[in-house]
């Protein structure tokens, strides 16, 4: 019976994982016994779970195991350095059973190395190819596996079967004193199922003695190991597990192996078929009955749950997308109207170029000529699309597709417009998703079992200013934020009244922040507060500053109109007469929860401002823990505080809460 996965089947396999891996963060891992899960998720593709079974197997998997409630000190390691980080790359080495996972940001990576041969092992190795942590420490003839060696992979075994081309058949058989499935299997780096099939292909005896082989019988095997090469090298058809043969009276058949595809040494035996070879290897293994989950109280209700999540992980990646494109339109606009003189002269030239009947193949060839002779206007053209009358630019450093049809002002226009409209369907998105989450919510009501100690937060009705990031000072007034391009246009020009006070701090990447004053203007204290929320949600945040400058300005000196002559991009302000300067403001924010009735919500702000609105809430500063990460931190801290019944309370609030709060970027809780 076949029990661990060869090096061709892990071959074959990882197309099918790669595809499932590369670009997903790991979300989470656990370890269930020698068995450990990859939680991923891959934006477009979803959720999927990738099983690495050191020893025996690697593949994804579908079946759903209950998460072990204290992971080992292995899995703790590898969850502090891998999770919420992407993977980059899946390969294995050689044809050896060693599959390496490259995971990283852009603070550093990783490589998680699977040896999925003899007794197995996992080990993680820094940047520098050291081992850092592994799942058995051991010294060897021919390398030690020990904290802070180099990396050394096992000696190469045996002649690649799919490079055999540059080898003699005749040269691995000789000298052999052992028959032909045990010479194969040890001088090819074959497993013996697979040369028993090389053997049934070839019409030649497994037992036959290497020795014995005649130059027909050669010539056969060669046939043979040629035919079984071909198949490997077309990849994964039909995968399949193989049961047993049926003996008489016997009503269920146990799997003997799985396979990539047919093979003749099986021929007869029953078999049952997959859509992917993941599948086939998941359900020969199947999975233990302590790893199952308990079944649902009621399957509808769980699968009409399941069915919302994946509605909400689509929703958010497509606002995501949709909001990335349109930050990418709003720059294309933006650096045509900074370059527009040059953007139009070249527009003009191609114009009059073809109305002068020139091909498109003549006008690349004096592009071509003109970068020779380094015209400014020939070096910023990247590529000419004739097929959809397009031109790419290079306008400081950012590749812009122009529409060669319409001038460059109008090209302007176009992206602008059509970042508008990608933003009106996030925002459209956006608001679908909050209504799938109340379902969402009310769906859980039903499926627990004991709501009240495990209730979930009722859906609470949002008020006007949660749109924008926002605190209420010490003093007790509402201080509101840009969340970005957009929410700073609509907060400046529509919510923005004569008495407010307006916030910007001294750098680039900063929302504008505006004071809310209903009667007496506010004091030094909301000044300084208001000034910390403008320099901490700005990208002194990401670029780890410890502090920073902000501005204040009456609204009368705020202007959405340019000077005469010039541009404004949209959502651009224009500031007029005296910058109030506030220096030297520290980059910091405290993250907490206020409690009303049964709702609970989280709030940030400056320290000196939460504190008065709730006693439960931790101090953040940039640094090195991801947002996924820091967020569990937060949560953790603050339910440490509180009693039993709220400490409930709060575990049950969405993350994604909590992670809006949090500015752009990295942080480390302050102790």
């Known amino acids: 019976m076949k029990d661990a996965m060869s090096n061709t089947d892990i071959m074959l396999v990882l197309p099918e994982a790669r595809k499932a891996s590369e670009g997903a963060f790991i979300k989470n891992i656990y370890s269930h016994g020698q068995v450990f899960i990859l939680k991923l998720y891959q934006p477009i593709v979803g959720n999927s779970q990738l099983l690495i079974e050191p020893g025996r197997r690697i593949h994804l998997t579908e079946f759903q195991r209950v998460a072990p409630k204290t992971p080992s000190k292995f899995v703790t ?133 290497a020795s014995d082989l005649d130059e ?76 199952k989950p308990e079944e649902e109280t009621d399957g509808a209700l769980a699968k009409e749950r399941n069915r919302l999540q994946t509605i909400i992980d689509k929703q958010q990646e497509s606002v995501s997308t949709l909001r990335t494109k349109a930050e990418e339109l709003r720059v294309s606009g933006e650096l045509i109207y900074a370059h527009l003189q040059t953007v139009q002269e070249v527009l003009e030239t191609i114009t009059k170029a073809r109305a002068g009947g020139l091909s498109w193949e003549e006008i690349v060839q004096r592009i071509e000529k003109g970068k020779k002779k380094s015209l400014k206007s020939a070096a910023i053209i990247k590529r ?53 989450q109340v379902q969402l919510v009310e769906m859980q009501k039903t499926v627990e079992k004991a709501p009240e100690t495990r209730g979930p937060l009722r859906a609470r009705k949002q008020k006007w200013y949660e749109r924008f990031r926002w605190f209420f000072s010490s003093e007790g007034f509402l201080v509101l934020g840009g969340r970005d391009a957009k929410s700073n246009e609509l907060l400046a020009k529509r919510q923005m009244a004569a008495n407010d006070v307006f916030l910007h701090a001294a750098l680039h990447g900063a929302p504008y922040v505006v004071i809310k004053v209903p009667d007496q203007p506010p004091g030094q204290q909301t000044l300084l507060e208001a000034a910390q929320f403008a320099v901490s949600f700005s990208s002194a945040w990401q670029d780890g500053l410890s502090t920073g400058d902000a501005y204040w300005v009456n609204p009368e000196q705020v202007s959405f109109t340019p000077p005469t002559g010039e541009y404004l991009p949209q959502g651009a302000v224009m500031l007029y007469g005296t910058k109030n300067y506030i220096r030297g403001v520290p980059v910091e924010i405290a993250v907490g929860v206020v409690f009303e009735e049964d709702y609970v919500l989280p709030v940030s702000g400056p320290t000196s401002a939460v504190s008065v609105s709730t006693p439960y809430h931790v101090r953040v500063v940039p640094g090195r823990t991801s947002k996924g990460q820091l967020v569990k931190e937060i949560l953790g801290h603050i339910g440490r505080m509180l009693e039993d019944d709220r400490a409930r309370l709060i575990s049950r609030m969405p993350e994604e809460d909590l992670m809006r709060m949090l500015p752009p970027g990295n942080g480390d809780l302050l102790s």
Do not use: W
């Open 384 to 436: 000419i699309m004739p097929s959809e009358a397009q031109i790419v630019m290079d306008l400081s450093g950012t590749s812009v597709t122009l529409d060669v049809r319409l001038s460059a002002q109008d090209n302007a226009a176009a992206a602008y417009e059509q970042a508008k409209r990608a933003e009106a369907k996030a925002e459209g998105a956006e608001s679908q998703i909050e209504k799938t």
């Open 216 to 291: 027909k019988t050669l010539a056969d095997l060669r046939a043979g190991l040629q035919q079984y090469a071909d198949r490997l090298k077309a990849g994964v058809r039909e995968p399949r597990v193989v049961l047993e043969e049926p003996d008489e009276g016997q009503t269920e058949q146990s799997p003997i192996a799985f396979l990539p595809f047919e093979f003749q040494f099986y021929r007869g035996h029953p078999v049952k078929g997959f859509d992917t070879f993941s599948q086939a290897i998941d359900n020969f293994f199947g999975v233990t009955e302590s790893e």
């Open 77 to 209: 390691v590898l969850r502090k350095y891998l999770r919420d980080k992407r993977v980059i790359s899946l390969k294995q080495h050689d044809l050896d059973r060693i599959v390496v996972l490259e995971v990283g940001d852009d603070s550093g990576t990783h490589k998680l190395v699977a040896e999925l041969f003899g007794d197995g092992n996992l080990i993680l190795l820094d940047s520098d190819d050291r081992i850092f942590v592994a799942q058995h420490y051991k010294r060897m003839r021919d390398r030690d596996l020990v904290p802070k060696a180099k990396y050394d992979l096992p000696p190469p075994r045996g002649v690649d079967v799919l490079a055999l081309d540059n080898y003699s058949l005749q040269d691995v058989m000789s000298d052999s004193k052992a028959n032909v499935v045990r010479t194969l299997a040890s001088r090819l780096n074959l497993d013996a199922l697979s040369c028993e099939e090389i053997c049934t292909l070839a019409g030649v005896s497994s037992k036959a003695m």
